[in-house]
């Protein structure tokens, strides 16, 4: 069998299509949308037929829709600038323990500026109760920042509660949509929030590229400084294939999502269901409310990366924690906060999967799996004696 | 990130199981990552080891270091086995990534504490 890619939380392939799509932005259409001749009012409508799609798909208009470098930069224009914004207001930010990097250490590095952060605690499943937020809300809190579904475990938060408690309260509302467009329907309108960040590689779009929505009438202070682009918030010549590539991604997903979700689904809890037949495994994140293609096990007595390299000799390639902290030695912060023994989460392993996969390629690593986790197990020092169960 | 020789021995790990009747155990705990490690060793008359088997629960770095160390310490006498480091046995691992280096105590301490576990009981 060919290598099997069960990352796609991490990244996931460029779709054809997209890439057909930025070849002559790459080529022959090299204009800066900000020229005032040909070449650049070419590239100035392709950009904007771009934003128009995005902001229709989202439920959005085109005017509330900025381009980044990516999620990581999304999410740090929305909270680093909606709180500067209302610093004259107040300085309390609520956002949760499970949050990706990307908001969790923005909101900590506030902290350092002088804001107050409260960070949420999460249940066993990893979801935020939306009573804890309204219980945290102060005369003060000018932002809420949370995920709509978590890279990690895949649990899907109430992000519309969260809105609606956000939206009586009169306090901004971000969330961090990077894994969910793609996999979840995502509209600004029904869930309520004046601030979405998404990032263009976790939906078969390109790397480097993504954008954030800023509801209209939302004061949001600009972090970089230069050129004027996109309305002076985002200064900086603009990724144009990248643009170009997402658009024809998100046009793709969303007019797939309906049957991509349904087959994932399928392929996921087989996945799960055959890994919680092996002995002493968990399914960590929510049972039910979960993306479509994550799948996070822990198996006790072994380490994940143990198993993860274990995998990758077999030609599978899944995570141990999370992309950018797999190298790092302290167990997953998203694991830890939903109160799991830290050598149970020191034992996760993801598998996210996506559009290409097939159901062979599930069997086939549901017999990788217990092989590796047998062998490793055979080897640990806690497993010792238990080997006779 | 890890060297081709730390995935050989990830792969395909020497001398890992347990051991009856062992002249010295250790047992290890890494007090960075809560991986542990368990040693046991069989040494005959003249100080030699003659046998050497682990247990690791830990990451692939930490499998690999103990499996390099007990191919190392095999037939050597106590009193040089229990010099080696754990740099040593990363570079015999052809070096190990940074933020894994510390995995590479955790079998040199399990080890050290076998011997003297051995020494002890000789008393
Ligand atoms: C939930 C979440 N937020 C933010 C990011 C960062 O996105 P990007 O890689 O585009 O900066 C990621 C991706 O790793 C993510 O999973
Ligand atoms: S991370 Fe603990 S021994 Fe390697």
């Keep these: 069998m060919d290598r099997i890619y069960m990352d796609n939380a991490a990244t996931t392939p ?40 995005m902001a229709f798909l989202l439920g959005a208009k085109p005017e509330e829709i900025y381009f980044t470098s990516g999620g990581t930069e999304a999410d740090n224009m929305a909270i680093v600038g909606a709180a500067r914004a209302l610093q004259d207001r107040g300085n309390h930010i609520i956002t949760t323990s499970v949050e990706h990097h990307a908001v969790l250490d923005t909101c900590l590095a506030l902290q350092e500026e002088g804001f107050e952060v409260t960070v949420l605690p999460v249940d066993q499943h990893g979801m935020v109760d939306p009573d804890d937020v309204r219980d945290a809300l102060q005369d003060n809190t000018i ?57 263009a590689h976790k939906f078969y779009g390109p790397k480097g590229v993504g954008l954030l929505y800023v509801r209209e009438g939302t004061k949001v202070n600009r972090l970089t400084h230069g050129g004027g682009q996109e309305k002076g918030m985002r200064a900086g010549t603009e990724n144009i294939p990248g643009i170009i590539g997402m658009g024809k ?103 996210s999967l996506g559009r290409h ?22 080897m640990s020092s806690l497993y010792q004696g238990k080997g006779e169960r | ?80 086995a229990v010099k080696i480091t754990d740099i040593e046995v990363a570079d015999n691992l052809g070096g190990l990534p940074p933020q894994k280096l510390h995995c590479s105590n955790l079998a040199a301490d399990a080890l050290k504490a076998a011997i003297k576990d051995y020494q002890d009981r000789q008393k």
């Design chain 1, 143 to 199: 932002l809420i920042s949370v995920m709509h579904a978590n890279n990690e475990v895949g649990t899907i938060q109430p992000v519309e509660e969260i809105g609606r408690a956000a939206r009586e309260s009169n306090v901004l509302f971000h969330i961090d949509a990077v894994q969910a467009v793609g996999n979840l329907p995502v509209n600004v309108e029904t869930l309520n929030v004046d601030l979405l960040a998404l990032s």
């Design chain 1, 357 to 378: 996969n097939t159901v062979e390629e599930i069997d086939y690593t549901l017999q990788a799996v217990k092989e590796s986790v047998d062998k490793l197990r055979s």
């Design chain 1, 14 to 53: 460029l779709e054809e299509k997209a890439l057909e799509a930025m070849m002559p932005f790459l080529k022959e259409n090299y204009g800066n949308p900000s020229s005032a001749h040909t070449f650049g009012r070419e590239v100035r409508k392709a950009v904007e037929e771009t934003r128009e799609k």
């Design chain 2, 1 to 80: 990130m890890y060297s081709d020789k730390v995935m050989e021995h990830f792969n395909n790990p020497r001398n890992v199981g347990d051991m009856e009747n062992p002249d010295g155990t250790g047992e290890i705990g890494n007090v960075r990552c809560g991986d542990i490690t368990k040693v046991f060793i069989k040494v005959n008359g003249q100080g030699i080891i003659e046998d050497i088997r682990f247990r690791t629960f830990g990451c692939g770095a930490a499998i690999a270091s103990s499996s390099m160390l007990t191919e190392m310490v095999k037939g050597r006498h106590v009193e040089e």
């Design chain 1, 249 to 351: 991604a998100m046009e793709l997903a969303y007019s797939q999502l309906e049957e991509n979700t349904r087959r994932m689904e399928s392929l996921r809890d087989r996945l799960i269901q055959g890994c919680l037949e092996m002995e002493e495994a968990k399914l960590n994140g929510h049972p039910t409310r979960r993306l479509p293609g994550n799948v996070n096990v822990s198996f006790e007595y072994i380490e994940g990366e143990a198993l993860l390299l274990s995998l990758d000799f077999k030609g599978i390639a899944a995570s141990s924690g999370s992309a950018c902290s797999s190298g790092s030695m302290n167990p997953s912060h998203v694991l830890m906060a939903t109160g799991m023994s830290e050598q149970t989460a020191r034992g996760a392993i993801r598998f």
